[in-house]
């Protein structure tokens, strides 16, 4: 890749939420961004025409996860249209909350279809295609420090991400290519707020000392550092931007 020629992340699960914001902070950052979604093409496209009207450069990529095959072509359509990939946000997910006891199977295996299964068929890709120097940037999440109740399965596969994380990160010796994870606290997100009573959401917004709620752009804000120069001696971590939660 020549000094000048313009790097490429494809974002997972960018459509809306915390995706939505990492994909419009990494193109004001300079990058080409693939804005993946899996059944939202109408605010996908949204976020790439919000990303062209600053000045940015994007497309939308319809693929579903959890199948090796839609991430396969994904990545195969980037490298063409593009002539290679450098990031991967490993940002899709989904959340389902109950006590491990009464939990069923198509709850586990949805989790672990999108969350786990669908990170590492991201990351398969990456770490097959990505340029030298490029960043796998994979999501995980606080619960994972602070075990709270209900979160049982969806903690689990993020767990195991931060796991991939770190193996990874060794495995891509000799490319200069970092692997990390970001772990988020709990973010001011359409997903997290609804559902909630506002009694909940202040109780959990005042469980870290800055006393609020994460925002999407902080965590923009992390990612982008990942993704950029700066954050290149930052490698196999997990970050918890959590405001100090745990």
Known sequence: MTANQTKVAIVT??????????????????????????GSAAE???????????????VTAQADVSKPEDVRRMFQSAETAF????????NAGVMALSPIADADDATFDRLTAINLKGSFNAMRE???????????????????????ENYGIYAATKAAIEMMTGIM??????????VNAV????????????????????????????????????????????????????????LRANGGMV
């Not at 990160?169 to 970092?178: D, F, L, Q, V």
Request: no cysteine; glycine share 14%; aromatic share 4%.
């Open 126 to 148: 990456a770490g097959q295609r990505l340029r030298s120097g490029g960043r796998i940037i994979n999501f995980s999440t606080s619960v994972v420090g602070l075990k709270l």
């Open 44 to 58: 996908a496209g949204d976020v790439v025409r919000k990303i062209e009207k600053a000045g940015g450069t994007a």
């Open 83 to 90: 002539g290679g990939i450098d990031v991967l946000v490993n």
């Open 183 to 238: 772990a988020p606290g709990p973010v001011a997100t359409e997903l997290f707020l609804h559902g909630k009573s506002d009694e909940l959401i202040d109780k959990m917004a005042k469980m870290n000392p800055m006393e609020r709620l994460g925002t999407p752009e902080d965590i923009a804000n992390v990612v982008s550092f990942l993704a950029g120069p700066d954050g290149a001696w930052i490698n196999g971590q997990m």
């Open 13 to 38: 699960g960018a459509s809306r939420g915390i995706g939505a914001a990492i994909a419009e902070r990494l193109a004001k950052d300079g990058f080409t961004v693939v804005v993946n979604y899996a």
């Open 169 to 178: 990160a060794k495995e891509m010796r000799g490319r200069s290519i970092t």
